[in-house]
């Protein structure tokens, strides 16, 4: 197969791109060259925001399978179904579990991928979709209008893959390191008066994960997360208990506090009012299965420690 990743540079898209390397699938990476990928890949050199600068990069090339890493809003997915109309006859969108946001309740049930329908989802173009931190401060809504356009508009098949939150290897954004940090000197952690379960994915397995669906024939949004979604609480005490610690801070309610001493947050992340967890019986059905979170979380564990 001859793949194109948009992005991919870091943390589990790097992992992405050795898995369809290693898989036999020739690989061509298009980003702005920030990082560069890995070896025995083809590296083209362009902003995804500027679709000239795409179309000029790209030239001639088509691809069986476009894998997008970095795509966060309708205006970017626009451009997309634009340059790759006639370049991909597959479009698979990284997307993620905060497309649920709004969704879930206290209480609720795992989340299935008709919680929210793409198909029927509100775009809106003419949102400052060309400012940073609107962008940053609207993720979740930004991705569900990314996948509506693409749903919606696109001139080629798209699987729309809904990650859970990424766990292990260099994870840049230190959310479990904030954790480890923490339980291992004893603090406690701030957390909801009631914390709601959320997944998780091992970051070689949703790798693995994309490249499985880069070479399958599925649409449409499914949900990707390993088995055994944790609340703030069972988190924390997963995370004593690889550390080998006597106490598990959050665990106790009498040390569970409303604001995050370390960063100044109301909460702590991984910390949800509402019901994250995600069902994957259509990955599953698709030919998928996850793995246990407690089969990598220790693993994830010693790597934040690192």
């Known amino acids: 197969m001859d793949v194109c990743v948009i992005g991919g540079s870091r943390h589990f898209g790097r992992r992405l791109i050795e898995e369809l390397r290693d898989g036999g699938a020739t690989v061509t990476v298009v980003n702005r060259g920030s990082t560069p990928p890995p070896p025995g890949v083809t590296h083209l050199l362009a902003d995804r925001d500027d679709e000239q600068a795409l179309h000029t990069a790209l030239a001639d090339r088509h691809f069986d399978t476009v894998v997008d890493q970095v795509c966060y809003t309708p205006r970017q997915a626009a451009i997309a179904t634009r340059v790759f109309a006639d370049r991909t006859r597959r479009y698979v969108l990284t997307s993620t579990v905060e497309v649920y946001a709004e969704t879930g309740r206290p209480g609720g049930p795992a989340l299935t991928e008709s919680a929210v329908d793409p198909a029927t989802h509100p775009i809106d173009l003419e949102l400052p979709w060309h400012d940073q931190q609107f962008i940053a401060d609207h993720y979740g809504e930004g991705k569900r209008q990314a996948e509506a ?5 696109a001139p080629f098949d798209t699987a729309l893959v809904r990650t859970a939150h ?6 840049f954004t230190g959310r479990l390191a904030h954790y480890v940090r923490r339980i291992e000197a004893g603090l406690p952690v701030a957390v909801h008066p009631a914390p709601q379960p959320a997944s998780f994915v091992h970051a070689p397995e949703i790798a693995r994960f994309l490249a499985f669906t880069a070479t399958a024939d599925f649409t449409g949004p499914v949900n990707a997360a390993s088995h055994g979604p944790l609340d703030a609480h069972e988190l924390s005490a ?3 208990r690889e550390l080998g610690t006597r106490t598990e801070p959050v665990a106790a309610a009498d040390v569970t506090v409303s604001v995050d001493a370390e960063t100044g947050a109301l909460f702590s992340p991984f910390s949800f009012d509402r019901c994250y967890a995600m069902d994957t019986t259509r990955a599953a059905g698709l030919g998928f299965r996850f793995s ?4 990598w979380l220790p693993q994830a564990v010693r790597e934040a420690r690192a």
């Open 238 to 240: 997963a995370i004593a």
């Open 149 to 153: 356009l693409l749903t919606r508009q």
């Open 292 to 295: 246990p979170v407690a089969d």
């Open 166 to 171: 990424v766990l292990g290897g260099a994870d």
